[in-house]
C-alpha cells in the first residue's frame, strides 16, 4: 500500500533521482560509529524544536504570567512536566552532541582543506546554540532564571565602547523586565530558529558539495566506500533512539524544578548558570581585580577567534593525529582545563549542605495548612500577618517557634495565628523549616 | 571488497532498512503520545462542579420566581476568574425550590418573566414556558431546564451546568 502509493507520488513528481541524491552519498571507508554525532546533534535540535512548539501552546511570555504558565505546564497539564523535561534535558544533551561531533572532527581533522567552510558553518552553528541556550534561560521567569541573565547581560557590558549599547539593546531598556522577556522570547523561537536552520542546511549543504572527510587513515580509506543508505543511516537510528531513550529517562527521574518567582528586590539570591556556562563561571573567579572585565568578553572572544582560524593556523594536510601532537596538545590542554574548572566549579555547588529532608517536610507543611494564605514566603503569598522570608533572622530561638507553633498567643499576645492541629514530628519538622528561612 | 566496505544487499541490507523504520517508529509513537496528550488534555478536563450558596431560602417568596446570582470561580488554565450567572428560583408551596437555568433550551438565549402573563418569556423565537417550565407555545424542544440544587442549613445549594441546546432530551455540555 504504501509503496503503491509512493510509486503513484513518483510518477509525477519524479522522486527517484531525489532519492539518489539524498541517501546514496558514498562514505569512503565505509559507515561508521564515528560519523553519528552529527545526526545525533541534528536530532536532538529536531527534539527542541518539537518540544519547543509544544511548549509555546501554553506559555506566555509576559513578566506578569509567565511563571504561572510555566508552573501550571509543569504541575497541571497531562504530561506537561514531560514536555518541559524534555525540552530541559535535551538542552544539556545537545550540548553533549555538539561537543563530542566536534572532537571527533578534531581528532580526524575533518576540518582541514577543503573542509574549512563547513567547519566555519559548524562554529557559527555552535554560537547560535550558546543564544539558544541563554535566551531560553530567561523565560522561566524564576529567581534563577532573573538573576544569571542579570549576571550574563552584565557580562556582555563589559565590551569595551560599545557595552552600554548593547546591554540596553539585549533589555530593551534601563532594567530587564517584561521588554526583555519578550525579545528573548522572540529571539528564542523566531530569530535563532529561522538562522539555524539557514545555518544547518549550509551546512549540509557543504558537506554534499565536498563530501564526508572519511578516515584520516588512507589505507583504510581507499579499501572502498559505500552508501549512506541503510548502513550508516540505521547507526544514526541506533544512536538517535539511544539519546532518545536517555533524555526520555532524565526527563522522567530528575524533574527540573522552578526556583521562587523572580524577584527584582531580593539581592540575596545566587544564581547559577547553565553546566555548560560553569566553567566559564569559575574562570571569572580567578581573573585579578582589572582583569575581571576584561576576561569576561576577551576570552570568549579569543575562544571563538581561534575556532574560526583553526583550519587557517592549522595548515598540514596530514590528518593523522599521530603527526599533529602540537595541534591535539592544545585541545587536549584545553579540555583539561575545561573539565578542571567545571569539576571545581561542581564540588563548589555540592559543597553546600543537602537540605535536611525534615526542612523538606516542614516546607510541604506550609503548603498543606495553607500559611501562605496570610504570611509571605520569598514573594510568594500574602502580607496580611508577617513576612517570613527570613523570620530565622529575627527569631532564631527554636523553642519559642516550637511554643508559638503550640499555642501561638501564649508567646506573642494578641496574634491573630490560629492554632494548628500539629503533632509532635510536624510541630519539629515546621519548625526545622522556619529555622533555614534566614539570609546568608 | 572486505565486509562492511561495501553497500549492504539482500537480507542484509532489508534487515537495516526495517530496523531504521522500526526504530523511526519507536521514537515516533514515544514522542507522539505524550505530545498529543499534551495538547489535548485540558480540553477533555471537565468543568469542576462545585456546590455554591445562592442565599437563605427563607427569603424567597413561595410561587415567584426570583431571579438569583450565581458566582463562581472558574480555573481558566492558569488563569482563576470569577463569574456571574443569573438563575432562575422558583419557591414551592413545601418549601422545595426548583432552579431553572438561564438559557433558553431553544438555542441558547436568556429568557425572561413576564409578571403580567405570568409566563417565562423568551425574546429570541419566542418560545413560552409556564412557572414549572412546561412549554406553552414557541419552537422549543424541551421544558426549561433545572439545574442540581439542595437546602442544607436553609442554605439554597445550586451546581452550573451548561445543556446541549435544540434537543428534545436534556444533554449536559
Known sequence: ?????????????????????????????????????????????????????????????????????????????????????????????????????????????????????????????????????????????????????????????????????????????????????????????????????????????????????????????????????????????????????????????????????????????????????????????????????????????????????????????????????????TGLGFLILVFSLLSISLRDLYAVPKRDPSVIRGMALVEHFNCKTCHRIHGEGVNVAPDLSFVADRRPDREWHLQHFKDPQSVSPGSFMPKFPLNEKQLNDLTNYILTLKSG | MEDGLSTPVGTRRSFFVKSTVFISSLIGISLAVPLIGYVIAPALQRRNKEWVSLGKTEALPIGEPKAMDYTMTEKDGWQESHTTKGVWAVKQSNGEVTVFSPICPHLGCGYRWDQQDRLFKCPCHGSVYDINGTVKAGPAPRPLDTLPSKIENGDLLVQYEEYKSGLAKKVEL
Not at chain 1, 501552546?57 to 524534555?86: C, K, M, N, S
Open chain 1, 1 to 329: 500500500m504504501a509503496s503503491r502509493l509512493y510509486q503513484w507520488i513518483d510518477q509525477r513528481l519524479k522522486l527517484k533521482p531525489l532519492e539518489q541524491t539524498l541517501l546514496d552519498e558514498p562514505i569512503p571507508g565505509g559507515a561508521s560509529w564515528n560519523y553519528v554525532f552529527g545526526s545525533a546533534t541534528l536530532f536532538l535540535f529536531v527534539l527542541q524544536a518539537l518540544t519547543g512548539m509544544f511548549l509555546m501552546v501554553y506559555y506566555v511570555p509576559a513578566t506578569d504570567h509567565a511563571y504561572d504558565t510555566v508552573q501550571y505546564i509543569q504541575h497541571e497539564v497531562w504530561g506537561g512536566w514531560f514536555v518541559r523535561g524534555l525540552h530541559h534535558w535535551g538542552a544539556s544533551a545537545v550540548m553533549v552532541a555538539i561537543g563530542l561531533h566536534m572532537l571527533q572532527v578534531f581528532f580526524d581533522g575533518a576540518y582541514k582543506r577543503p573542509r574549512e567552510l563547513m567547519w566555519i558553518v559548524g562554529v557559527i552553528l555552535l554560537a547560535i546554540m550558546l543564544a539558544f541556550g541563554f535566551t531560553g534561560y530567561l523565560l522561566p521567569w524564576d529567581q534563577n532564571a532573573y538573576w544569571a541573565t542579570q549576571v550574563g547581560i552584565n557580562m556582555v557590558g563589559n565590551v569595551p565602547l560599545i557595552g552600554d549599547f548593547l546591554v540596553k539593546a539585549l533589555r530593551g531598556g534601563e532594567t530587564l523586565g517584561a521588554l526583555t522577556i519578550s525579545r528573548f522570547f522572540a529571539i528564542h523561537v523566531a530569530f535563532l530558529p529561522v538562522i539555524i536552520a539557514v545555518g544547518i542546511m549550509l551546512h549540509l549543504f557543504i558537506l554534499r558539495r565536498v563530501g564526508p572527510a572519511g578516515p584520516h587513515d588512507e589505507t583504510r580509506a581507499k579499501t572502498g566506500s559505500e552508501t549512506f543508505y541503510p548502513r550508516q543511516v540505521f547507526l544514526d537510528a541506533v544512536v538517535m533512539l539511544g539519546v532518545f531513550g536517555v533524555v526520555a529517562l532524565l526527563a522522567i527521574s530528575m524533574e527540573f524544578p522552578l526556583a521562587d518567582r523572580a524577584d527584582p528586590s531580593d539581592h540575596s539570591f545566587v544564581p547559577v548558570p547553565e553546566w555548560y556556562f560553569l566553567f566559564f563561571y569559575q574562570l571569572l573567579k580567578y581573573a585579578p581585580g582589572a582583569w575581571g572585565p576584561l576576561a569576561t568578553w576577551l576570552l570568549p572572544a579569543l575562544f571563538f577567534t581561534g575556532l574560526l582560524l583553526l583550519p587557517f593556523l592549522d595548515r598540514n594536510p596530514n590528518r593523522n593525529p599521530s603527526s599533529r601532537p602540537i595541534v591535539l596538545g
